[in-house]
């Protein structure tokens, strides 16, 4: 570890994240130099082309970071300049590697002996650049002018778009290239030859906007920068140019994706060169080096072969130039090129030898043919042109037909002009890379180089950029033609596949979104079916218990009800927790907001939870400034804070303790409920707040349905609050709800109460009177006529459907009625119609008894004129006093 820290690659990125100086810096530089001398490692020599800029920042990183250390390299990077011959540097054995650019391949043929190891830049920086307002946009717009740039190997790539565009150099004034790139400024020349990475940021301080002419836009695409060596450092040192060559990648890769890291380790290295200048080198070379596309260092045979025949065509290179050992490769190959050169000129010359014969064999019958048939071919011609331009013009496909070397458009039919927003005259002045979407160029360069070995290319996707900046996803393929002067044009069908990709997209959306949907349903199924599954077992155990006689004990007996019960009471706070998690996700639920005060609420929670906590031996406690007030709904609040209580004692170690307290924080109260429990795993926490998450709790023996935490959380979201929680392992957790205080606002004189009552097998105060209860359940009448048997003086009478159920109200006249909603043939609904109309019957109480306990139905219930609605089940106690309380008011 301490070796670690000591390294060059850990004080750098020490310094350059932490902000140290870099003379602090260049002092931990020193000491790391003496503290790890380099002769144990492999000394070598890199010669830069050009002095130290953000060109070659790879290799500064890879000595930076220790990717070459890692290698067993130590590595001196000499900066170049305008006296140094960094190819003479390593021929003359002074340095082992250097940076080169695709002129080396002249350098091979002068018998110089090089060897291309990676290439760097897959585009070459050499432009043309033209004062804007010269308004120049073409390289046939120089002919005549002056132009500074050299007519040798120093810039091939300009040489060869102006010889392409013009047919020949001769038509050009060249000066002797310098640096005086004020004289562009002052009009001295038209055009200069410079690097896209350096010279356009000294024209863009000055404010003086140029032209760039690049001759990748008119099909002369070369390499750029490359690493080389000499066959010497291959034949004798093999394994420590490949190690060379990886940790130099290896530095580019860090380089393209950590500007500012690397633009601090140049400027240390001693670059003239500003950070905003570096910067502006960074992001022009993103655009040659293509790190997110191609990978570093990939180099293709094709390419450096249509760069040889460029130098062939401007006097660089002799046509007899061969290829062959110039790119380094990791793994040689027997030469076997030269026997199969000779086996395809036989095979071409076999070919071509039986298609003569066979062509005059067939000479005489196809000559009297085409004879016979001239006029009706030239009448067919001329029919087939007329179709193929009413074709061009009016299909909806669009069509381009192009210059291949230079890509300009020669001709485009309507449907390409509504596509791009341009008019055949606009188009006619771009080529089609202009148009293109700057991410899908490469890819649109690389099928062009299909095209030109198969002769046809796509179909391929991209997107053209509108002329109103909008972008048009087409389809594209086509294929090479020759025109009546042997030029190579190429045919584009062009489909707009704007509307298929948006449906397409959101065909996915949307199968995605089903697929979601459908887990989550399994999942939810699955989670209530095994939450309702333990209680009912608990029930059923039981009940078969009582009913077969084998718990013949009172105790015994007395024990089974009471597991029947509480049972009983898990599945109806699970239903009830799930019916509110329903309502809250379909937006049908509703929030009674008031002003209150906390200290009554608090009070009230922890009175309701005391017994519980007793029980356990838990110490309960409360503490809140008492004038602290909240606009919340009084119930909900109170069931959030009753659940983490309970989540608090069911969660804790006997002993242990339960704080309820709250603070004020800001414009918000904080109420937070602490207990000394076991803690939860920080493995769980983030599945907290998600659907019958227990976490564990089942393990336990503890009861709970999973689900009370997320009514709560969105509980209070609902009440445009916020709840949190931390805890830790053995330790206890810590809950708290956040809620906005009230400022300014009336406080409710007065809020509901829980009472909190207990069954009493006393009977209640005598009461008398007649009720009928009208449900289609047998089990629930029975259990109605048990509870009935608690009112010996009140006469109870049962119908199953509210057609007889509304004959007997009328003979009997009841006191009171008992109806559920929904019963065989007439709903209770349309029962209790029914009654409210008949003068007869319209006095008497109608309470509802039903299982339907949406708060929509309860509400439409109430509305339509019960007097109350009780949900299944029913607390006996409540039903009780409510039926004793209503005949003692409403008896007739």
Request: hydrophobic share 45%; proline share 4%.
């Amino acid at each position: 570890m301490s070796e670690f820290k000591n390294s060059l690659p850990f004080m750098l990125k020490t310094s350059i994240r932490g902000g140290i100086s870099l003379r602090r810096w260049a002092c931990a530089v020193l000491f790391w130099s003496v503290a790890n001398p380099v002769w144990a490692l492999d000394a070598v020599v890199l010669q830069l082309k050009w002095e130290h800029s953000y060109q070659f920042a790879g290799y500064y990183m890879a000595q930076a970071l220790g990717y070459y250390r890692d290698e067993g390299l130590a590595v001196e990077l000499r900066e170049g300049g305008p006296g140094v011959d960094y190819v003479a540097e390593v021929v003359g054995n002074r340095a082992h590697y250097a940076t080169g650019t695709p002129s080396l391949l002249i350098d091979r043929q002068q018998g110089k002996p090089v060897v291309l190891l990676s290439v760097i830049f897959q585009h070459a920086p050499d432009i043309l650049a033209v004062a804007k307002s010269a308004g120049i946009m073409s390289p046939q717009q120089l002919v005549g002018k002056k132009i500074m740039v050299k007519q040798n190997n120093q810039t091939p790539a300009v040489l060869a778009m102006l010889l392409n565009e013009t047919g020949s150099l001769a038509h050009f004034d060249f000066l002797d290239q310098t640096n005086d790139l004020d004289g562009l400024m002052v009009g001295k020349f038209a055009a200069i030859a410079v690097y896209s990475t350096e010279q356009p940021y000294y024209f863009q301080q000055r404010g003086f906007p140029i032209t760039e002419l690049k001759p990748i836009n008119y099909g002369i695409d070369f390499y750029g920068d490359n690493l080389f060596t000499s066959e010497q450092e291959i034949a004798t040192h093999p394994e420590r140019a490949q190690a060379f060559l990886r940790a130099s990648l290896k530095g580019w890769a860090y380089a393209m994706a950590h500007p500012d890291e690397t633009i601090a380790v140049i400027k240390n290295v001693g670059s003239k060169h500003s950070g905003g200048h570096l910067y502006f080198e960074y992001q022009a070379m993103q655009d040659l080096l293509l790190p997110t596309l191609v990978p570093l260092g990939h180099s293709n045979a094709g390419r450096w072969r249509n760069i040889a025949d460029t130098y062939v065509r401007l006097g660089l290179l002799k046509p007899d130039y061969a290829l062959s050992g110039f790119v380094y490769d990791p793994n040689p190959t027997v030469e076997i090129s030269r026997f199969y050169r000779y086996l395809y000129v036989a095979a071409a010359l076999a070919g071509v030898l039986a298609f003569f014969i066979f062509a005059l064999l067939a000479f005489n019958y196809h000559l009297q043919r085409e004879i016979r048939r001239r006029k009706q071919m030239e009448a067919r011609l001329q029919l087939n042109e007329e179709k193929l331009s009413t074709l061009f013009q009016f299909s909806p496909t669009g069509m381009a037909y192009t210059d291949f070397t230079s890509r300009q458009f020669i001709d485009v039919n309507p449907a390409l002009q509504d596509m791009t927003g341009y008019t055949r005259d606009e188009l006619l002045t771009m080529n089609y890379l202009d148009i293109t979407a700057q991410e899908y160029r490469p890819d649109n360069i690389a099928q062009v180089e299909v095209m030109a070995q198969t002769g046809r290319f796509g179909p391929f996707e991209k997107e053209y950029v509108r002329k109103d900046g909008g972008r048009v996803s087409v389809l594209v393929n086509g294929f090479i033609l020759h025109d009546h002067t042997g030029r190579k044009v190429s045919w584009a069908l062009v489909e707009d596949i704007t509307a298929s990709k948006k449906a397409q997209q959101e065909l996915l959306l949307a199968k995605e979104a089903a697929e979601f949907a459908s887990r989550a349903k399994s999942e939810f199924l699955t989670n209530v079916s095994h939450e309702l599954r333990t209680p009912l077992h608990t029930i059923l155990g039981f009940s078969q218990l009582l009913a077969m006689g084998g718990l013949a004990a009172a105790e015994e007996q007395k024990m089974a009800v009471g597991h029947i019960m509480t049972s009983g009471k898990q599945l109806l706070g699970l239903i009830n927790e799930i019916l509110d998690l329903s309502r809250i996700e379909s937006d049908q639920f509703e929030l009674r907001l008031e002003t209150f005060t906390l200290s009554p609420l608090l009070d009230e929670t922890v009175a309701l939870m005391s017994p519980t906590a007793a029980e356990r031996g838990l110490t309960l406690s409360q503490g809140c400034y008492s004038d602290i007030a909240v606009r919340a709904d009084f119930s909900r609040l109170r069931q959030v804070l009753l659940n983490l209580l309970s989540n608090a004692i069911k969660y804790n170690r006997d002993g242990g303790t339960v704080n309820l307290f709250c603070v004020i924080d800001g414009d918000v109260v904080r109420i937070s409920v602490v207990d000394s429990g076991l803690g939860i795993a920080a493995a769980d926490q983030a599945a907290l707040f998600q659907p019958f998450q227990r976490l564990g709790a089942e393990k336990k023996g503890i009861e709970g349905t999973g689900i009370g935490l997320v009514v709560c959380k969105r509980l209070i979201e609902a009440m445009q609050g916020s709840i949190h929680f931390n805890s830790t392992i053995g330790v206890g957790s810590h809950f708290w709800v956040d809620l906005p205080i009230a400022v300014g606002e009336k406080v409710a004189e007065s809020l509901p109460v829980v009472q909190i009552s207990a069954f009493s097998p006393s009977c209640p105060e005598k009461i008398s009177g007649r009720v009928i209860y009208i449900d289609d359940c047998v089990i629930n009448t029975n259990v109605m006529r048990h509870v009935f048997r608690r009112l010996p003086d009140v006469e109870l009478l049962i119908r199953e459907d509210a057609e007889s159920g509304l004959a007997q109200i009328c003979q009997y006249r009841p006191d009171l009625i008992l109806m559920d909603i929904n019963l065989p043939g007439m709903s209770g609904l349309e029962a209790l119609h029914l009654l409210k109309a008949n003068p007869a019957t319209a006095a008497i109480p109608v309470i509802a008894v039903s299982a339907a306990a949406m708060p929509n139905v309860i509400k439409e219930g109430l509305q339509a004129g019960f007097l109350a609605y009780l949900t299944k089940p029913f607390d006996v106690a409540e039903l009780i006093a409510l039926v004793s309380k209503t005949l003692a008011k409403h008896r007739v």
